[in-house]
Nanobody
Framework: QVQLVESGGGLVQAGGSLRLSCAASGRTFSSYAMGWFRQAPGKEREFVAAIRWSGGITPYADSVKGRFTISRDNAKDTVYLQMNSLKPEDTAVYYC????????????????WGPGTQVTVSS
């Protein structure tokens, strides 16, 4: 059974950095595309970044371009989200997700989801 577990969330001041991790288990990690999404209170879940199994193409939401970096380590079955220059509007629960095959940027593209990790950015 596929399992995804996020970690690395927490409280940080504006301008600070956090690195989120998502550990995957239960299938061949390298065959999957991985994505990060976030959901702020009272808002819909939105796409943040994605990466395909071989790395390479990494689409980002406009709101995080230049500040966030997604990466993966297939040997460790882990995907990361490095978040720099954090802003209060980045406050949300961050979710990792995976799908078999090509990269996706919408919620419906993904088959498996982690429980999420809270990121809070104070002003």
């Amino acid at each position: 059974q596929v399992q995804l577990v996020e970690s690395g969330g927490g409280l940080v001041q504006a301008g600070g950095s956090l690195r989120l991790s998502c550990a995957a288990s239960g299938r061949t990690f390298s065959s999957y595309a991985m994505g990060w999404f976030r959901q702020a209170p009272g808002k819909e879940r939105e796409f943040v970044a994605a990466i395909r199994w071989s790395g390479g193409i990494t689409p980002y939401a406009d709101s995080v371009k230049g500040r966030f970096t997604i990466s993966r380590d297939n040997a460790k079955d882990t995907v990361y989200l490095q978040m720099n220059s954090l802003k209060p509007e980045d406050t949300a629960v961050y979710y990792c997700a995976e799908r078999l095959g090509i990269i996706g940027t919408t919620i419906k593209d993904y088959d498996y989801w982690g429980p999420g990790t809270q990121v809070t950015v104070s002003s």
